[in-house]
Antibody, heavy 119, light 110 residues
Framework: QVQLVESGGGVVQPGGSLRLSCAAS????????MHWVRQAPGKGLEWLSF????????FYADSVKGRFTISKDNSKNTLYLQMNSLRVEDTAVYYC????????????WGQGILVTVSS | QSALTQPASVSGSPGQSITISCTGT?????????VSWYQQHPGKAPKLMIY???KRPSGVSNRFSGSKSVNTASLTVSGLLAEDEADYYC??????????FGGGTKVTVL
């Protein structure tokens, strides 16, 4: 069965960096695009970034473009999100999600990981 | 990349039907047949309920159905059950590899 497990969250100061990981299993990782989605405390879902199965193309929301970088290591079945220049408003639970190829849909989600940006 | 518009809350009694609207623009909801709906219980990850406007994944109850007209998509939950009490989010493909979510709707079962 599909499993997505995020790690790497924690507390970081404003202006700092953090790298999230998402370990995938139960499907052929290289065949599927992957997304990052976040949810600030008490708020709604916000799509952040998407990469194709082979990692060749990457797309970002305006709110994180130039600060966050998505990447995919198909040899390790792992998705990453490098977050730089973090702001207080980046505090959220971050989810990785599998793309249902051709359906523009997030069909499986990880359990989420909390990132807190605070001084 | 403006968020799609959903009502903040919707409520209904057990057995009744409710409908949640999701309004976008001709650049997202109205331009693609790629609206999806997600159910989220407190402290849990979202769960896919509807995709490609009207399709239901295997394992999702047929009490959930999707529809769309021009720039507004809708999720209908019929035969409301206590377990349907949750937050619901719509999402649309917005072109160029980007996506946009709605603000979410809290469904209360009275």
């Amino acid at each position: 069965q599909v499993q997505l497990v995020e790690s790497g969250g924690g507390v970081v100061q404003p202006g700092g960096s953090l790298r999230l990981s998402c370990a995938a299993s139960g499907f052929i990782f290289s065949n599927y695009g992957m997304h990052w989605v976040r949810q600030a405390p008490g708020k709604g879902l916000e799509w952040l970034s998407f990469t194709w199965g082979d990692g060749s193309n990457k797309f970002y929301a305006d709110s994180v473009k130039g600060r966050f970088t998505i990447s995919k290591d198909n040899s390790k079945n792992t998705l990453y999100l490098q977050m730089n220049s973090l702001r207080v408003e980046d505090t959220a639970v971050y989810y990785c999600a599998k793309d249902a190829t051709g359906e523009y849909t997030f069909d499986y989600w990880g359990q989420g990981i909390l990132v807190t940006v605070s001084s | 990349q403006s968020a799609l518009t959903q009502p903040a809350s919707v409520s209904g009694s057990p057995g009744q039907s409710i409908t949640i609207s999701c309004t976008g623009t001709s650049s997202d909801v109205g331009n693609y047949n790629f609206v999806s709906w997600y159910q989220q219980h407190p402290g849990k990850a979202p769960k896919l309920m509807i995709y490609e406007d009207i399709k239901r994944p295997s394992g999702v109850s047929n009490r959930f159905s999707g529809s769309k007209s021009v720039n507004t998509a809708s999720l209908t939950v019929s035969g409301l059950l206590a377990e349907d009490e949750a937050d619901y989010y719509c999402c649309s493909y917005a072109g160029s590899g980007t996506f946009v979510f709605g603000g979410g709707t809290k469904v209360t079962v009275l």
